[in-house]
C-alpha cells in the first residue's frame, strides 16, 4: 500500500466517522497525526523511549526524543506536587490595628513632607 493509498482511505473513513460524530469534521485526521498518538501511547504505556523508536522505525533515539518533550502528563504530574498556597477564599478585611495606624497618619495633601 502506498502512502497516497493510506491517506485516501483514512480520509474516506474519516469523513464517514464526521457523520456519526460532527466534531470529528473539525479535526485534522491526518497518517501523521496517527502516527503521532500511536507513539504518544506507546510512550505513556511502556516509558520506554527505545521502544517507541523501534516501533516508529528511527535509526536514532535523538529523532524519538521530541515525543518525551511534547507529553503533557509529564508537566502536569510536576504542577500537581507542588502545593497550592494556602490561602482561603474571601475578601481581604484590614486587621483592627492596620485600620487604626492609617486613620492616625491622617490624610496630608503635601505629598513632599
Not at 535523538?62 to 507542588?82: F, G
Amino acid at each position: 500500500m502506498t502512502r497516497a493509498g493510506f491517506e485516501y482511505i483514512l480520509a474516506k473513513h474519516a469523513a464517514t466517522a464526521a457523520q456519526k460524530l460532527p466534531p470529528l469534521a473539525d479535526k485534522r485526521i491526518t497518517p501523521h497525526v496517527l502516527r503521532h498518538t500511536c507513539a504518544m501511547h506507546t510512550l505513556k504505556a511502556t516509558r520506554d523511549v527505545r521502544k517507541v523508536s523501534l516501533w516508529l522505525g528511527h535509526a536514532s533515539l535523538q529523532s524519538t526524543e521530541i515525543y518525551l518533550r511534547a507529553d503533557p502528563t509529564e508537566k502536569l504530574e510536576a504542577l500537581a506536587a507542588m502545593a497550592p498556597p494556602s490561602l482561603k477564599p474571601g475578601r481581604f478585611a484590614a486587621p483592627d490595628k492596620l485600620l487604626a495606624m492609617l486613620k492616625s497618619i491622617g490624610r496630608s495633601t503635601n505629598y513632599v513632607e
